[in-house]
């Protein structure tokens, strides 16, 4: 849908939602022209046990989502917000913009221009997204929403929005990105509130929500991510560093009793491109955790190596598969097992094994999926199943599943064994 | 009557040295009338999916294609409906080098994401019509053998057996090339029992800069029942298109070239 502004802005007036008109005004006046498009998304869901500490239901939620881009001569002018009634809330009047709280969620507010010929640079609100695994994140150290994504709302809310400077430069030697973020844009973290999770003694969830200090100092609580990337033969390489923090409050202050973020310092490179018919990628980073550099505090986390590896095909036609191979490595993991309870200790090695298989039916408007990561030295198991069928161009049914097993509470998908849930969904694209 | 006469020495000739020409010789050109024209391109394309009970889905996307050295091509198609594809890129970096493979990205913009396409999907649907991705860029020439097995007044008929049979769904198909602007106006696909199961047709052709080109196309899949219109409009040649369009910047951010 292409419309001029005029109609754009009166479309939204009826919403009362001044920010957006305001903006869209104001940078309309030498508009050349602005396309609105969005989609009206409800969703229905409940847990499929008795969770002691959570709602029956996982979601009650009816979104609509404006998205708007304008045209200028200098570049462009983007602007995607969600406007939610989420019955489950408990003060939607309150808009947080961090974390997502609220009637309205700004997913994108920027602009994008090119200062020199071979650089871009995009300022403001934004999605943020690189490396190479599906669904594993090494050196991808932007804002994931995990509420969003474990209980079932559609992937696109995996990625929460960052707050930064996007600068790219094309020099002939490869491309390079640098992300700054002047003010942490952490994880939206499971903070109990609506998925219950393991707090280091027992599964807890409403009756002890997650209260951590937000790091919010601007331009000291600062995060940098950089990526360097170009061909090698025919594959893509890329190098990355990351300088900020843990994204989930995993720390613990003992003279405050409240999690906080500890410094995190990242460094990492992948490779991905086609082998045989398929496609192949490997990405490895080590986490090198700054406040714990010997691993002997027990309220911060171990440094750790990581590294993933993945494979992806078409088996038979319309039917794909992609499996990965994921790995963690805690560095000085005997100190580690010293500081926590007996018996709840994490494997020097977390092994996660990932299968994605993909369907698709009906000239592609029926997709069936299940997504599946088991890891064998937790015991634990997440399925995720899918189907999504589109009505038409503008209707499109879903109903998917998330399922955690587990033999142990305290593994990383045993905790949500209480959170599994089922959901229905009915989207209209405009 | 001697003008008749005249006429007819006169395509008798034109057909004699027609007829000199090899298999390869026709199926290049044919390659080269169809994907070729130019240094570069453009078109605005709307493509209409139509299954057996007469439901439409309809997809409008921008295409540039730009030739580079040796016979390669990139291709850049913008979507702009659906709203479920909007803002999307199909990226193609075609390679007509021997064993080497074209390359397939997908750019996801609400995820902020490029996505490698595999090598062995390129027999799949191009976002859920009756073409395929390899139809977007053309298929490499060296992936079959070539066989001249007719030639009418105003057509060449060339039968193609590809050479991995264990890569693509079709046993063989038949192209009919018209002779005098080399453009393949129809195709017929046999399935490995040697059943037609599919058909794709250049229903319009137009000259645009003294390029003959497909303004209509209609690709049918007789097991299902459905079929794909694709039409054609705003054709440009020639508009001296940068390369670096073909990149991940540029998918990040889709040029004026496309969105306009």
């Known amino acids: 849908m292409k419309t001029r502004l005029k109609e754009t802005t009166q479309s939204l007036k009826p919403?009362?939602?001044?920010?957006?008109?305001?903006?869209?005004?104001?940078?309309?006046?030498?508009?050349?022209?602005?396309?609105?498009?969005?989609?009206?998304?409800?969703?229905?869901?409940?847990?499929?046990?008795?969770?002691?500490?959570?709602?029956?239901?996982?979601?009650?939620?009816?979104?609509l989502q404006l998205d708007s881009k304008t045209y200028f001569d200098w570049g462009e002018f983007n602007a995607r917000t969600d406007f939610v009634y989420d019955d489950l809330a408990t003060d939607r009047g309150n808009v947080d913009l961090e974390n997502g709280d609220g009637f309205a969620d700004l997913r994108e507010l920027n602009v994008l221009f090119s200062p020199a010929t071979s650089s871009d640079l995009k300022i403001g609100r934004q999605i943020l997204t690189w490396g190479t695994g599906d669904l594993l994140f090494i050196n991808d150290l932007f804002p994931k929403d995990w509420n969003s994504?474990?209980?079932?709302?559609?992937?696109?809310?995996?990625?929460?929005?960052?707050?930064?400077?996007?600068?790219?430069?094309?020099?002939?030697?490869?491309?390079?990105?640098?992300?700054?973020?002047?003010?942490?844009?952490?994880?939206?973290?499971?903070?109990?509130?609506?998925?219950?999770?393991?707090?280091?003694?027992?599964?807890?969830?409403?009756?002890?929500?997650?209260?951590?200090?937000?790091?919010?100092?601007?331009?000291?609580?600062?995060?940098?991510?950089?990526?360097?990337?170009?061909?090698?033969?025919?594959?893509?390489?890329?190098?990355?560093?990351?300088?900020?923090?843990?994204?989930s409050p995993t720390g613990f202050d003992p003279g405050t009793g409240n999690n906080y973020f500890p410094r995190l310092d990242v460094y990492g490179a992948s490779v991905q491109g086609a082998l045989g018919s398929g496609l192949v990628n490997a990405e490895a980073g080590y986490y090198d955790s700054r406040e714990d550099t010997s691993g002997t505090n027990p309220y911060v986390p171990n440094s750790e190596a990581r590294f993933l590896t993945g494979y992806e095909r078409e088996v038979v036609k319309n039917l794909s598969a992609g499996a990965q191979y994921y790995v963690e490595w805690m560095m000085d993991h005997g100190k580690y097992e010293a500081g926590v309870p007996p018996g709840t200790a994490r494997d020097e090695f977390r092994h996660v094994l990932t299968l994605r298989l993909t369907q698709m039916l009906m000239n592609q408007n029926l997709v069936l999926s299940l997504f599946t990561f088991y890891s064998p030295s937790d015991q634990d198991a997440y399925l995720r199943p899918a189907a999504t069928y589109k009505l038409s161009d503008h209707w499109t049914l879903t109903a998917n599943g998330n399922i955690f097993l587990g033999e142990h509470d305290y593994t990383f998908f045993g905790q949500f064994q209480n959170d599994s849930n089922v959901n229905l969904g009915v989207r209209y694209s405009f | 009557m001697k003008k008749t006469i005249m006429t007819s020495v006169l395509l008798g000739l034109a057909a004699s040295s027609f007829a000199e020409l090899s298999v390869d010789e026709i199926v290049n050109k044919a390659n080269t009338a169809a994907y070729y024209a130019g240094k570069d391109g453009r078109a605005e394309v709307e493509m209409n999916i139509i299954d057996k009970s007469g439901s439409t889905r309809t997809r409008k996307f921008a295409l540039l294609r730009m030739n580079t050295e040796g016979g390669s091509q990139k291709f850049y198609v913008y979507f702009k409906e659906p709203a479920d594809l909007y803002k999307q890129v199909f990226l193609v970096w075609k390679e007509v080098a021997e064993g080497k493979d074209d390359s397939r990205w997908m750019w996801l913009p609400?995820?902020?994401?490029?996505?490698?396409?595999?090598?062995?999907?390129?027999r799949t649907s191009f976002v859920g019509s009756d073409f395929v991705y390899e139809d977007v860029s053309g298929r490499n020439l060296n992936e079959d053998t070539h066989e001249l097995v007719e030639t009418t007044g105003t057509q060449y008929v060339v039968k193609n057996t590809p050479k991995k049979p264990g890569d693509v769904e079709f046993s063989t198909y038949t192209v009919k090339i018209d002779k005098d602007t080399f453009l393949p106006r129809a195709a017929e696909y046999f399935d490995k029992n040697g059943k037609l199961y599919r058909t794709v047709e250049a229903t319009k052709v137009e000259t645009i800069q003294g390029f003959p080109t497909v303004t209509e196309s209609v690709v049918?899949?007789?097991?299902?029942?459905?079929?794909?219109?694709?039409?054609?409009?705003?054709?440009?040649?020639?508009?001296?298109?940068?390369?670096?369009?073909?990149?991940?910047?540029?998918l990040r951010r889709p040029p004026r070239e496309v969105t306009k």
Request: proline content about 4%.
């Open chain 2, 110 to 122: 609400a995820l902020n994401l490029k996505r490698s396409i595999a090598p062995g999907d390129k």
């Open chain 2, 220 to 250: 049918k899949d007789l097991n299902t029942g459905g079929s794909t219109v694709n039409t054609f409009n705003n054709i440009e040649y020639n508009i001296g298109l940068d390369e670096n369009i073909f990149t991940e910047r540029f």
């Open chain 1, 149 to 247: 994504f474990l209980l079932g709302r559609d992937e696109e809310y995996l990625k929460a929005p960052s707050d930064a400077v996007f600068a790219s430069f094309f020099p002939s030697i490869g491309s390079f990105d640098i992300a700054y973020t002047p003010r942490m844009d952490a994880d939206r973290y499971v903070d109990g509130r609506r998925v219950s999770y393991w707090n280091g003694t027992s599964l807890v969830g409403q009756n002890q929500p997650v209260d951590a200090n937000r790091r919010d100092d601007w331009f000291k609580d600062d995060e940098i991510s950089a990526r360097f990337y170009r061909p090698i033969l025919s594959y893509e390489a890329a190098l990355y560093a990351y300088h900020g923090f843990w994204k």
């Open chain 1, 15 to 63: 919403m009362g939602y001044s920010l957006l008109s305001a903006l869209l005004l104001t940078t309309g006046a030498h508009a050349a022209d602005t396309e609105l498009h969005g989609f009206v998304d409800g969703r229905a869901g409940v847990r499929t046990q008795n969770d002691p500490h959570e709602d029956d239901r996982s979601l009650t939620e009816l979104r």
